[in-house]
C-alpha cells in the first residue's frame, strides 16, 4: 500500500493516517474520485473519528441556536367580534382580524390589517 497522500492508487486505493487518533485508513479508488470529481480534499481523519466531529459540530450547532417555540394568542376579531387563534402576539394597537374577516379586508384594500 502507498502512504503517499497526493499519490493516488488506482486498483485499491491509498492509505492516510487520520490526524486525530493517528489510525491508518484507506480510501478506495471510488472514494477518492468522488472528493477529486467535486474539488474536495480528501479527508484527514478516519471514518470514526469524521463522526464523532461531525456529532460534535452538531451539539455545538444546537446549543448556540436560538430555540424558536411556537407562539399563539387567543384574540378577538375586530370585524366580528369572534374569537380566534393566531400565530404569534400581536403588537399594541394593531387591528387583528380572523381568517374570515382578513380575506374581506385584504380585497378591499384595507391598510395596517394584520392577517390571522
Same mark, same amino acid.
Request: proline share 3%; glycine share 8%.
Given at each position: 500500500?502507498?502512504?503517499?497522500?497526493?499519490?493516488?492508487?488506482?486498483?485499491?486505493?491509498?492509505?492516510?493516517?487520520?490526524?486525530?487518533?493517528?489510525?491508518?485508513? @484507506?480510501? #478506495? &479508488?471510488?472514494?477518492?474520485?468522488?472528493?477529486?470529481? =467535486?474539488?474536495?480534499?480528501?479527508?484527514? /481523519? $478516519?471514518?470514526? %473519528?469524521?463522526?464523532?466531529?461531525?456529532?460534535? @459540530?452538531? #451539539? &455545538?450547532?444546537?446549543?448556540?441556536?436560538?430555540?424558536? =417555540?411556537?407562539?399563539?394568542?387567543?384574540? /378577538? $376579531?375586530?370585524? %366580528?367580534?369572534?374569537?380566534?387563534?393566531?400565530?404569534?402576539?400581536?403588537?399594541?394597537?394593531?387591528?387583528?382580524?380572523?381568517?374570515?374577516?382578513?380575506?374581506?379586508?385584504?380585497?378591499?384594500?384595507?391598510?395596517?390589517?394584520?392577517?390571522?
Amino acid at each position: 500500500m502507498n502512504t503517499n497522500n497526493d499519490h493516488i492508487n488506482d486498483e485499491l486505493g491509498s492509505d492516510y493516517t487520520c490526524m486525530m487518533c493517528g489510525a491508518v485508513f @484507506n480510501l #478506495k &479508488e471510488g472514494e477518492e474520485g468522488f472528493y477529486i470529481q =467535486r474539488g474536495l480534499s480528501l479527508p484527514k /481523519r $478516519c471514518v470514526s %473519528c469524521r463522526a464523532e466531529r461531525k456529532a460534535q @459540530n452538531m #451539539k &455545538e450547532q444546537s446549543r448556540s441556536a436560538p430555540q424558536k =417555540r411556537a407562539t399563539t394568542t387567543q384574540v /378577538r $376579531c375586530q370585524h %366580528c367580534k369572534r374569537l380566534t387563534i393566531i400565530p404569534f402576539i400581536p403588537q399594541e394597537g394593531s387591528e387583528v382580524y380572523c381568517r374570515i374577516c382578513w380575506e374581506g379586508v385584504k380585497n378591499v384594500g384595507v391598510t395596517g390589517a394584520v392577517y390571522v
